[in-house]
C-alpha cells in the first residue's frame, strides 16, 4: 500500500525556513557581511546588490532542500526496520509553504510503501502498549490557540488505522518510536537525522545558487575573487 506521508504530521526533519535553519535572510547573512565591506566594490555595486540580490528561485530551493532530505528520512526507516518494514520511494519530492507562517510552516511530503502485514503489526504494538502510547498522544488534544487533526484518542487511532485516516495514524506510530528513543536525538530540539540533514545541506548547497540576478552573481564573483 502506497501512503503519502509528511514532515509536518512525521517530523523526521524539517525544512522550516520561516525563522528556522533554512531561513533564506540567515542563510545569505554571511554574503551580506561580505558584500558591505569588501573594499573592492563601489557604492553604486554595494547598492545594487542591497537593493536587488535578496530575489531568488524560493521554489527551486525548496524542492532542493526535499530532494537532499530524503536521505534521512531514509535512515530513520532504516533504523527502525527490525520494528516495522518500510519502503521510501526516492523519488517522490513534494513541498508545502504556506501563504502566510501564522499557524502553519513549510514541510515536505514523502511516500512510503508498506505491507497490509506491517500495518496490522503497528496496530498490534500500539494495542500491546496502549496506556504508554495513548498517554504519549495527550500532547496532540486540541486546546487554547491549537486545533489537532491527529487521531489521540484511541479509538479513534483504531478507526483511523482501520481506513479512516491511516496516514495520521501510522505517522503518529513513527513520531512515537522518534520521541521515545534517545540515541535519535542530539538533544532536546534536534534529531540526528536533522543535524545531519543540516551538515548536508550547508556543505553542498549555497544560497547564491538560486539567486536569479545576473548582476549579483557578477557582484558576488567580484567578491570571492
Same mark, same amino acid.
Given at each position: ?8 504530521i ?12 533554512f ?13 558591505d565591506?569588501?573594499?573592492?566594490l ?28 530524503i536521505?534521512?528520512?531514509?535512515s ?21 509553504s ?17 505491507e497490509?502485514?506491517?500495518i ?12 504508554e ?9 486540541s486546546r ?15 478507526k ?15 513520531t512515537? @518510536? ?27 548547497s ?8 545576473e548582476?549579483?552573481?557578477? @557582484? ?6
Amino acid at each position: 500500500m502506497k501512503l503519502e506521508l509528511n514532515t509536518d504530521i512525521c517530523p523526521i526533519i524539517n525544512i522550516n525556513t520561516y525563522g528556522g535553519t533554512f531561513s533564506v535572510s540567515d542563510r545569505s547573512e554571511g554574503l551580506d557581511y561580505e558584500v558591505d565591506e569588501s573594499k573592492g566594490l563601489s557604492n553604486e555595486e554595494k547598492e545594487y546588490y542591497s537593493d536587488h540580490c535578496t530575489d531568488f528561485d524560493f521554489d527551486r530551493y525548496m524542492n532542493d532542500l526535499a530532494r537532499m532530505g530524503i536521505k534521512y528520512i531514509w535512515s530513520f526507516f532504516d533504523d527502525i526496520k527490525h520494528i516495522v518494514k518500510v519502503k521510501l520511494n526516492e523519488d517522490y519530492i513534494k513541498v508545502y509553504s504556506p501563504r502566510y507562517y501564522n499557524f502553519e510552516t513549510d514541510y515536505m511530503y514523502f511516500e512510503i510503501d508498506i505491507e497490509e502485514s506491517e500495518i496490522e503489526k503497528i496496530k498490534n504494538n500500539v494495542l500491546e502498549i496502549s496506556d504508554e502510547f495513548f498517554t504519549w498522544a495527550e500532547k496532540y488534544k486540541s486546546r487554547d490557540g491549537f486545533i489537532s487533526y491527529m487521531p489521540h484518542y484511541k479509538d479513534e487511532w483504531i478507526k483511523a488505522i482501520d481506513g479512516k485516516d491511516i496516514e495520521r495514524a501510522i505517522a503518529m506510530y513513527f513520531t512515537y @518510536i522518534l520521541e521515545s528513543n534517545e540515541d535519535m536525538w542530539v538533544d532536546d530540539w534536534m534529531t540526528i537525522y536533522q543535524e545531519n540533514f543540516v551538515e548536508y545541506v550547508f556543505g553542498n548547497s549555497s544560497i547564491e545558487e538560486y539567486m536569479e540576478d545576473e548582476r549579483c552573481l557578477q @557582484i558576488l564573483d567580484k567578491v570571492c575573487a
